[in-house]
């Protein structure tokens, strides 16, 4: 499906192509009288065999999933150099496991979230940490199921740009970033509190 990519306050063309997995055979069983998906498997996921069978195009920008760049990551050190690389991850990843520091995080042009169906709000925490801990200063995106209602708060939390589905209005999502004139809360967007910005007459 095609998306559209909103950069900071305007909606525009993607420069990045985002590499997925291939697909993992699943079985479905049933489970305390619902529909279950289990992976054959029983690996974690992304699998050994997804992470080995994802084709890495020989040019151009990409975003590869965290674990395929860590497995490929002495031979794509020369485009990583070069700002043609960047990583995705899913919210159950633990980017501490594959990238050490602050400098090493930096190289990456683009670092991109993947929410594959909001549940919880580990795609805010992942940011911040990413942002604060690290002190990421390049493009952060949010990818996946990026819903309109959240784009306010990904903003305050560090992001910088977000792919919207296609099936979804990219102008009311540019919109959805506005939502509120003057937080209250300090933030990464936003640093100070209202009542340290604001003095009371």
Known sequence: ????????????????????????????????????????????????????????????????????????????????????????????EEIEKYIASEEEINQFSIIAIKTEKFADGRIFSIAARIRNKFRFTHDLRAIGDVLKDQLYFLKRVGFSSYVIREDRNADEALEALY?????????FDLKEPVWRRKKRK
Not at 179 to 187: E, L, R, T
């Open 1 to 92: 499906m095609a998306t559209q990519l909103i950069q900071i306050d305007k909606i525009q063309d993607d420069d990045w192509v985002i590499i997925d997995l291939p697909v993992i055979e699943v079985e479905i069983k049933k489970q305390a009288g619902k529909v279950v998906q289990f992976k054959l498997t029983g690996e974690a996921y992304p699998t050994s065999e997804q992470i080995e069978k994802t084709v890495i195009p020989a040019s151009g920008n990409i975003i590869l999933p965290l674990q395929v760049y860590a497995k490929n990551k002495a031979r794509l050190a020369e485009r990583l150099n070069k700002g043609e690389i960047g990583i995705w991850l899913l919210t159950h």
């Open 179 to 187: 939502d509120f004139s003057d937080p209250y809360q300090g933030a």
